[in-house]
C-alpha cells in the first residue's frame, strides 16, 4: 500500500487477567494492529483496532476478545450493530473526500496532521478545520474528512457505537455510503 511507512505502526496493547485475578497483557491477537487499504479510496489506510459486540461488553472468559476475532480475517462495515468498533484511519495528502453516513454515534479524534470535516455536501457543506487533538461528536450525518495537507499524511481514531433508527421532521434516514465506494455495508 502506499502509505506504508508515512505514519508510525499502531501498537494494540489489550489487558485481561490471570488465573488469580492479576492484571496482565493478552497475547491471543497480535500486537499491531495492521492498516489495510480500502478498494477505490485512494490509498486510506484503516485499522481495524478492536470489536466488540453487545451491551455491556462480556469480559468474562475472553468473550470479547474471541468475539473480535472473527473480525480480523472478515472485515465489518464502518459501524456494527449492536456494537463497538475501535478504528484508525490514515488519510492521503489532498485526498479526495468520501461522503456518507453510518447509523452510529462517532468520535473522531485527530491523532496526526489536520482534517477538513465536511458535512452534508462536498461542494457546498459547513466545514471545520480540525487539528491534533481535537475530536468530532459524528451523529450520524453525511460527512466527508478531508486531510488538508499536500505532503503529508493525516491519521484519525474513531469509536463507532450504534444508535437508534434516525427520523428528521418524519423522515427515516439510514447508512449511505455515498461515494464511499469499496466500504461494506453495516455488519450485523
Known sequence: MAHEGAL???QRHITTHDADGKAIFSDTVQTESVMNGLEKAENMGFALSYVTKGFPVDLNEEADIKSYQPFLHNTPGLSVT???V?????FPPNNTPLMHRTIS????VVLEGEVELILEDVENGERRIMKRGDV??????MHAWRNTSSTEWARMLFVLLPAKDLVVEGNKLGEELGTAK???KESH
Open 105 to 108: 454515534i462517532d468520535y473522531g
Open 136 to 141: 468530532c461528536v459524528q451523529r450520524a450525518t
Open 8 to 10: 508510525p505502526k499502531i
Open 86 to 90: 475501535l478504528r484508525h484511519v490514515d
Open 182 to 184: 469499496g466500504v461494506i
Open 82 to 84: 449492536g456494537g463497538s
